[in-house]
């Protein structure tokens, strides 16, 4: 197959580098063009627009990708397929282009989880487990026929990352063995059943602050599946502290962000339902730090109410 390969951040590099050692042929990468980063306001393009660069491969960093241009520099590269994992959302004109269309890899079992969190959801609600699916892009969003799909379990002490890097490792050779069975015709292709489908919005700012009114474990789910990035946020003394850690601990005390106990490696706060210990937060100016660390240089005043 000659394939282009459509991505942006760290999570699709798995894909890319199997596909670079594959049979198929990697005519070109697209990705987000370069932005201005740090104090520097340096430009710098995406993970996988830096790896493109780092091994000779053919980049493209469009702008629009409406752009006759574009399209134009599409269509020469006379490509079977697209290979898309975690980008943007495709103009139809730009997925009638190849014979076999563009598919994509999402991590969630479609249609559970269409959108733009799937892994952060999956794990904000509690389950226990996941997988990928590789479908056909069609006009709406996640919606196409299913290609391949797998699951998995998701464990106790995963979080974003942890889970993310393991779906994303696992779905790149997924996805490369559905674009030779593709090519053989030997896939079975599967309508999404309309009765399960569910939703993985954006994360917003506003979703990130954490409710003391809730249980413990509902805001401990919540912390994994935005931890290491963006992070769950609570306020301590006035100052924005980031909390990437916690764990339940039962107890009939219910006293949403009071300072229940400082032991020398976690804090024990109040919520809704049993307690939730802090293992590891960034307050506002600083480091991220392992309470046990934090302590160290930070006393706290069991008087303190988180959430102030």
């Known amino acids: 197959m000659r394939v282009v390969f459509m991505g942006n951040p760290e999570f699709a590099i798995p894909t890319l580098k199997l596909l670079q050692k594959s049979r198929h042929d990697l005519l070109a990468v697209v990705s987000n063009k370069p932005k201005p980063m740090g104090r520097g306001r340096i430009l710098k393009s995406t993970p996988v627009g830096q790896f493109a660069k780092e091994n000779k ?15 134009n520099q599409l269509k020469n590269l006379e490509a079977d397929i697209f290979l898309v994992v975690a980008y943007r959302i495709l103009p139809e004109k730009v997925i009638r282009i190849p014979k076999h269309g563009a ?4 991590v969630s079992l479609l249609p559970k989880y269409r959108g733009a969190a799937p892994i952060q959801w999956a794990l ?9 699916t590789v479908f056909q892009i069609n006009r709406k969003v996640d919606t196409g026929d299913i290609l391949v799909q797998k699951k998995f379990p998701i464990y106790k002490d995963d979080n974003m990352l942890t889970l993310g890097t ?5 779905g790149a050779k997924i996805i490369i063995d559905a674009i030779g069975k593709k090519e053989e015709g030997s896939i079975e292709i599967l309508k999404q059943p309309q009765e399960s489908v569910s939703f993985a919005p954006k994360i917003t700012k506003k979703m990130r602050c954490i409710n003391w009114d809730w249980p413990a474990m509902k805001i401990n789910n919540w912390v994994r599946g935005l931890s290491p990035y963006p992070s769950m946020y609570t306020f301590l003394n006035g100052k924005n502290m980031k909390v990437f850690k916690t764990f339940i601990e039962k107890s009939s005390i219910s006293k949403p962000g009071e300072i229940i106990k400082i032991n020398h490696d976690s804090i024990l706060v109040g919520t809704g339902n049993n307690l939730l210990g802090l293992l590891e937060i960034q307050l506002e100016g600083k480091k991220k730090l392992f309470i046990e660390e934090y302590l160290k240089g930070s006393p706290i005043d069991r008087k303190w109410i988180f959430g102030k």
């Open 57 to 71: 491969i053919k980049l493209l960093e469009p702008d629009n990708l409406n752009a006759i241009d574009f399209q």
């Open 103 to 106: 598919i994509n890899l999402h």
């Open 124 to 132: 904000m609600n509690g389950d226990t487990e996941t997988g990928v």
């Open 166 to 170: 393991r779906l994303c490792n696992s």
